[in-house]
Antibody
């Protein structure tokens, strides 16, 4: 059974940094692209960032480009999101998501890590 | 990176069929057969119900079906049931980032 467990969320002041982690199990981690998707309370889903299986390609939403960095450690079956220069509008539930293959979709989701940016 | 456009809400009575649209552009929905749909109940993580426009994952009811015409994809739920009441999001690969973009989301209400 695929399991994705996020950690590292919390309350942080504007302008500060936070690092999210995602521990993956139940599948061959280094075979799949991984993503971060966020959801503002009461609002919709937003794709934040993605990384291919070998870290060869990384992508970011315009809203976080230049501030967030996605990375992975295949030896530790872990995905990370380094978030710098946080803004109040970054407040959201951040999901760690596994991409399917060869299907182009998000086939497994974690339960999310809540990030609150407030002074 | 504009979000794909979905109607804010759709409703139907039990047993009826409803269709949710998802409109993008030739850079996403219209250019690739990589549209997926997600169901999200309150307080829960999203669940994949359709991938690559028309395919259903194992375990998803045959009442869910997907299609696409031009720059618009659609999700149809037939034989509407109370448990279908949820938020639904479309998603597509987009050449603008070489990754993905979500739709604005649709709240489905079972009357």
């Amino acid at each position: 059974e695929v399991q994705l467990v996020e950690s590292g969320g919390g309350l942080v002041q504007p302008g500060r940094s936070l690092r999210l982690s995602c521990a993956a199990s139940g599948f061959i981690f280094d075979d799949y692209a991984m993503h971060w998707v966020r959801q503002t309370p009461g609002k919709g889903l937003e794709w934040v960032s993605g990384i291919t299986w070998n870290s060869g390609s990384r992508g970011y939403a315009d809203s976080v480009k230049g501030r967030f960095t996605i990375s992975r450690d295949n030896a530790k079956n872990s995905l990370y999101l380094q978030m710098n220069s946080l803004r109040p509008e970054d407040t959201a539930l951040y999901y760690c998501v596994k991409e399917g293959w060869p299907a182009h979709c998000f086939d497994s989701w974690g339960q999310g890590a809540l990030v609150t940016v407030s002074s | 990176q504009s979000a794909l456009t979905q109607p804010a809400s759709v409703s139907g009575s039990p047993g009826q069929s409803i269709t949710i649209s998802c409109t993008g552009s030739s850079s996403d929905v219209g250019g690739y057969n990589f549209v997926s749909w997600y169901q999200q109940h309150p307080g829960k993580a999203p669940k994949l119900v359709i991938y690559d426009v028309t395919n259903r994952p194992s375990g998803v009811s045959t009442r869910f079906s997907g299609s696409k015409s031009g720059n618009t994809a659609s999700l149809t739920i037939s034989g509407l049931q109370a448990d279908d009441e949820a938020d639904y999001y479309c998603n597509s690969y987009t050449s603008s980032t070489a990754f993905y973009v979500f739709g604005t989301g649709t709240k489905v209400t079972v009357l």
